[in-house]
């Protein structure tokens, strides 16, 4: 539980980051960005298996069986990023690209905080 809580105030965190540096991607204030991340924390529990499953048949698995599996689970977080995008007035991203810069940086970040912290 402390992990999820954990990673949802990063996720925060690096949105509210990623809306500062990036100008195809809008975010109203730190209250937002958790929201936003709780949001994405949610359908990623929810959808991300199932998006990894359809991207992993979709390619053939020539990905998971390269070894390269976290590009299907990035553009899966990028997809969850764009529905999460349609839950929040405050938050936008314009187009898939930034959606994916996120996924990247979000999975960056989280991958140093869990090897850091847990």
């Known amino acids: 539980m402390l992990q999820w809580v954990v990673h949802i105030v990063i996720d925060a965190l690096v949105l509210l980051a990623a809306a500062n540096i990036m100008p195809k991607v809008e975010l109203k204030g730190f209250k937002t960005a958790i929201i936003v991340a709780l949001i994405i924390g949610v359908l990623s529990f929810l959808l991300s298996w199932v998006l990894t499953l359809l991207l992993n048949v979709a390619t053939f698995g020539i990905f998971y069986?390269?070894?390269?599996?976290?590009?299907?689970?990035?553009?899966?977080?990028?997809?969850i990023i764009e529905i999460?995008?349609?839950?929040?007035?405050?938050?936008?991203?314009?187009?898939?690209?930034?959606?994916?810069?996120?996924a990247v940086f979000i999975a960056i970040v989280g991958g140093i905080v869990d090897a850091i912290l847990f």
């Open 65 to 79: 069986f390269l070894g390269l599996g976290f590009i299907t689970r990035v553009i899966a977080y990028a997809i």
């Open 84 to 102: 999460a995008d349609q839950f929040s007035d405050d938050f936008k991203t314009e187009g898939f690209l930034p959606s994916l810069w996120l």
